[in-house]
């Protein structure tokens, strides 16, 4: 016979230990509340005035909720650089005629970023593609992008987005043209017949996805915008506004010797000339440069005391058919990672006849690269010459000599050359390495530079003066891409000496919700064996990127797998990862290898909550995302609400839902 009072006890206790599980994973997946609580708790049908009209429906409220939960950091990095901005923009969509709630746009576009870029090659605070900016007059060339420019740039877009609208007769749609084009309202309207934008949302054909989540993104940050300490977003500190005279410059000049004559950081010229993307204004002829108010008069003195050959600190040179980028990178004594940063080249073996690249060279070296473009110079010709340095590298455990090569930008001939190494390429920890080159490579990574960055144990890299993203990248096995979106970085040249930069996986946090669901999809591809789950490596893959994907550390990794140097693996083999525990979901009827890894560095299912799942009797079915799903069309489909479903799978981000997803809808 049942104790009652016993039971109730353990009843009450488990129900406490139940609370207090959640309040220790307050940092986890943040649940989102159900529509119409969320409206009742904030508020909502009492909303400042918008020259918009704004509704207040599901897609908004979710999208509400993602800003102030999971993207609740990027949303207020967002308020504070608005602040740069506001007055600019707000005073440009005046004179243009258009409502002042368009400023918004550019928060949801581009987090008020002007080198923003996307995967579709729009860039700048509008994200204009380079044929619609052409059409409203901003310049793209080598040198010069307008589309960087914030003037320039809101002016092309407040008269873009009028025209739209004279086109339309409505802002939404004026919206929907601008994010997809004005070939896709015109489909969308014959599709649906209708001019009303929830109607073609409603419609899967009429409307790419993202398109429909569009608009209640865009309503969504108006809202908060415009009262953020409603939504938790207290004491925010907006950065001052942007305030300028203009200077002028007679031919190419440096936008570091700028702010030096200037004698403000070089980091604020750049804010200020963000359109000059090269660093540097265009060859030929005098440019109109921005300087911070007040620093017109030293600067026009000390520019004009400055001689022309010590104006320009970078240089280019034009692709010639035989050039690899090693070979250049020897030319002007500088590494291969610096020019592949100034000039955005994501594949090191592939650049094209013709093109132009931008040469960081430094100081006096300018006059060299210069001279050695039109004589034919070869700075790697003559190891021993009289005019080439050296400097040493010491073997660490680990090396090889193609990494050490790759490092310097030297070839692995060259290498061999120098130190008399054996047809195996044989080096050991502790042996010194000469690394000839035309100048003390200061910013290579030498014994000195590696001196200074500090690593700690929680996988943490402080940056040295010199260091850039490939060279960390390279030195403890991961992909650049991985660490700019382990740390949130939008442009990889603009990061400074010590900042401290996470090296390691399990810091899931900082990922996008669609990166995570592409890297859970991945981990069930492994195959389960035993204690270990093997993962095939695919092209491009690192250990380290590998690591990051299962959360463990490169260490445990490379001894699971006998690994020596983390750069040695191949596509197509196959590594082990030892499995934490298997948890199966749902109520026992899922596939028993859909395996899951919880581990100590990141969020998991409590144990009572994983059994009780499992004991769970609430029917339930399950819903596979096709081409085209929304969230909330699934949610109108299954008579729910976005909130539930995202409660039930726990879902952060109301768009990352992707085709061949399986979704838990409970019945009710």
Same mark, same amino acid.
């Given at each position: ?315 280019? !040179?034009?692709?010639?058919? @035989?050039? *690899? $980028?090693?070979? +250049? #990178?020897?030319? %002007? &004594? /500088?590494?291969?990672?610096? =020019? ?120 943490? !890299?402080?940056?040295?003066? @010199?260091? *850039? $993203?490939?060279? +960390? #990248?390279?030195? %403890? &096995? /991961?992909?650049?891409?991985? =660490? ?185």
């Amino acid at each position: 016979m049942i104790n009652l009072r016993a039971f109730t006890f353990t009843a009450t206790v488990m129900a406490l230990f139940g609370l207090l599980l959640c309040a220790s994973c307050a940092k986890g997946p943040r649940l989102a509340k159900h529509p119409t609580e969320f409206i009742k708790d904030y508020d909502l049908k009492s909303l400042p005035k918008f020259d918009i009209p704004v509704e207040i429906n599901d897609r908004v409220v979710a999208w509400i909720q993602y800003f102030q939960g999971p993207g609740r950091r990027h949303f207020e990095r967002y308020l504070i650089r608005s602040g740069r901005y506001r007055e600019l923009i707000s005073q440009i969509l005046k004179e243009e005629k258009v409502p002042q709630d368009l400023i918004y746009i550019a928060l949801i576009e581009s987090g008020f970023n002007p080198h923003a870029y996307s995967s579709a090659h729009a860039v700048g605070l509008w994200q204009f593609i380079k044929a619609t900016g052409k059409r409203y007059g901003l310049n793209v060339d080598g040198w010069e992008d307008d589309r960087r420019d914030p003037y320039k740039s809101t002016r092309a877009a407040a008269i873009h987005f009028r025209d739209m609208y004279n086109d339309y007769g409505d802002w939404y749609l004026a919206m929907v043209g601008y994010n997809a084009g004005p070939g896709r309202v015109k489909k969308a309207v014959e599709i649906t017949g209708s001019r009303n934008f929830w109607d073609m949302a409603n419609h899967n054909k009429a409307l790419r996805a993202e398109t429909r989540d569009y608009i209640p993104k865009f309503m969504a940050a108006a809202i908060m915008a415009k009262m953020p300490e409603r939504f938790g977003f207290k004491n925010i500190q907006y950065e001052k506004p942007l305030d300028f005279e203009i200077g002028e410059v007679d031919g190419q000049t440096d936008l570091k010797v700028i702010a030096e004559c200037a004698g403000v950081d070089e980091g604020e010229m750049k804010i200020l000339n963000a359109h000059f993307y090269r660093s540097a204004t265009p060859p030929g002829g005098k440019y109109s440069v921005r300087l911070p108010r007040g620093t017109k008069d030293r600067f026009q003195i000390a520019y004009a005391k400055l001689p022309k050959e010590e104006r320009i600190r970078i240089v280019q !040179h034009r692709v010639q058919r @035989g050039d *690899t $980028l090693s070979k +250049i #990178a020897r030319k %002007y &004594g /500088i590494r291969m990672d610096a =020019i592949a940063s100034a000039n955005g080249l994501r594949n090191h073996s592939h650049i094209s006849v013709g093109r132009l690249l931008t040469i960081p060279v430094k100081g006096s070296s300018a006059a060299y690269a210069a001279v050695s473009r039109e004589s034919g110079l070869d700075s790697g010709k003559s190891a021993g010459s009289a005019s080439s340095k050296v400097l040493y590298h010491t073997v660490k455990s680990g090396d090889t000599a193609g990494g050490v090569a790759k490092r310097y930008g030297v070839t692995v001939a060259k290498l061999r050359e120098w130190n008399k190494l054996s047809a195996r390429l044989t080096i050991r920890a502790g042996q010194k390495l000469k690394i000839y080159g035309r100048e003390s490579r200061g910013d290579s990574i030498s014994e000195t530079v590696a001196s200074k960055s500090v690593t700690s144990s929680n996988g943490r !890299h402080m940056l040295a003066k @010199g260091e *850039t $993203l490939g060279q +960390i #990248a390279m030195r %403890y &096995g /991961i992909t650049t891409a991985e =660490i700019m979106a382990w740390n949130d970085i939008d442009d990889p040249t603009r990061i400074h000496a010590g900042r401290i930069l996470v090296v390691r996986g399990g810091e899931e946090q900082v990922l996008q919700p669609q990166q995570k669901a592409e890297i859970t999809a991945t981990r069930l591809e492994s195959q389960v064996r035993g204690n270990f789950v093997e993962h095939k490596i695919k092209p491009g893959e690192t250990l380290g990127g590998i690591a990051s994907l299962y959360r463990v550390s490169l260490a445990d990794l490379k001894a699971w797998n006998n690994i020596a140097d983390p750069r040695s693996i191949k596509a197509g083999k196959s590594v082990k990862i030892m499995r934490s525990r298997e948890v199966v979901m749902g109520a026992g009827k899922e596939d028993a290898d859909s395996t899951s890894f919880t581990l100590p560095s990141g969020p998991s299912m409590p144990e009572h909550e994983s059994s009780m799942e499992a004991a769970s009797v609430e029917p339930q079915t399950t819903y596979t995302v096709r081409s085209g799903d929304t969230l909330w069309g699934i949610a109108r489909k299954h008579n729910v609400t976005i909130a539930q479903i995202q409660q039930w799978n726990e879902l952060k981000d109301p768009s990352a839902v992707k085709p061949g997803k399986k979704l838990t809808i409970l019945k009710k």
